[in-house]
């Protein structure tokens, strides 16, 4: 058995985590530390450091260390890891912060505004032989698990196509409606991460339009319509409105999956549907129960268990940085097409083949 790629934990009963950043998601990250029996909150940390006391106060937590430096609190606190969930421009600064003191990063995504950031955020989790995962959380979503297993029962596919159209405005993060390309560089890495989780395929190269339709709040384009082509020859096509009025899809899209013995439909929330061609019995598979809590955001207490159980393994988790780095890619691919107006390869690394980091070798 090869060695696991990044070091493991030996610290006996809970691993001791840090949240760095209080705001729309810092507190969901806080409470599922706080009610996984696997970790413990001994931090919480954001360049505001009354907003986060007030936040810990307001969980009754009058004792919790905060504050505005993470070196300082790393420097503190024995830390087994951190989670970022900082706004997108500070996940670069907190996280090689966080590599550098030697604590593994599981970060929100996306990984970094940029390709260059994010490939230097992955070399110095290799330098460190650290785990750095980015938490995609509609990967644990038992009914796109169960789309995933329906769809690889079709054959061999050729195209896989999701619809988003969302309303995106009463509780949008403030930095979006100023972000250049709010869309692609924001959400969009869910919609086309959850493509290659459904078909296990890489994606090759793209061609995408984007524009701001005129009832659009955000400054920057909140429409685009593009075309993958992915390893294997399947096409994965996308289509999506954060401004889009009425129909609202649900926020995972909607999806039609066609493969050589039939089609497969999932609505982002419900059980998927499959109709076979004539004399191939395929059924569509049922997705398993899930425990909904509203008080908890859905997916980040299976990411957090997904990657306390990598620490204490060595398991490579989804959402590792270098499997995440192709989900990134896809997004700058599609900006860089739809700024030439030409399609162009999605380059997980871009940077010449020369300047790659050494990946490590997940066995």
Request: aromatic content about 8%; charged content about 15%; hydrophobic content about 45%.
């Amino acid at each position: 058995m090869s060695a696991p790629p990044f070091a493991t934990a030996t610290r006996p009963g809970p691993l001791r985590g840090v949240v760095v950043g209080a705001g729309s998601l810092g507190p969901y990250w806080a409470l599922e530390l706080l009610e996984s029996p696997d970790t413990e909150l001994v931090g919480w940390v954001d360049l505001d450091a009354s907003r986060a006391r007030a936040e810990a106060d307001a969980k009754g937590l009058a004792t919790l260390p905060t504050g505005a430096s993470v070196e300082r609190m790393l420097g503190e606190q024995e830390a087994d890891f951190v989670v970022n969930v900082t706004a997108p421009a500070a996940h670069h600064a907190v996280t090689l912060a966080a590599l550098a003191a030697g604590v593994p990063v599981l970060t929100e995504k996306p990984l970094a505004p940029t390709l260059p950031e994010a490939v230097e955020m992955v070399a110095a989790a290799d330098r460190a032989g650290l785990l750095l995962m980015v938490s995609q959380n509609r990967r644990y979503m038992p009914s796109l698990a169960a789309f995933r297993d329906t769809v690889a029962r079709l054959g061999p596919l050729s195209s896989l196509t999701c619809d988003f159209y969302i309303a995106h405005r009463e509780h949008a993060a403030p930095f979006l409606l100023t972000f250049p390309q709010p869309l692609l560089l924001d959400m969009a890495i869910h919609l086309f991460d959850g493509a290659r989780a459904i078909t296990g395929a890489d994606p090759v190269s793209v061609y995408c339009e984007s524009w701001n339709p005129p009832h659009s709040w955000f400054g920057g384009p909140a429409a685009a319509s593009a075309v993958f082509q992915m390893s294997g020859g399947v096409r994965f096509s996308f289509d999506g409105d954060w401004s889009a009025q009425g129909f609202q899809t649900s926020w995972t899209g909607s999806w039609r999956a066609i493969g050589e013995h039939g089609s497969a439909v999932w609505d982002g929330k419900g059980a998927p549907r499959v109709e076979a061609a004539a004399g191939t019995g395929i059924t569509a598979v049922t997705p398993v129960a899930e425990r909904r809590d509203p008080s908890r955001f859905q997916g980040l207490e299976a990411s957090l268990a997904d990657f306390v159980a990598a620490l204490r393994t060595g398991r490579v988790p989804a959402g590792e940085c270098h499997d995440n780095l192709a989900s990134l890619a896809m997004c700058h691919a599609a900006v860089q097409s739809a700024a030439s107006g030409v399609p162009v390869p999605v380059d997980a690394f871009g940077v010449a083949d020369g300047e790659r980091p050494a990946r490590v070798a997940h066995g």
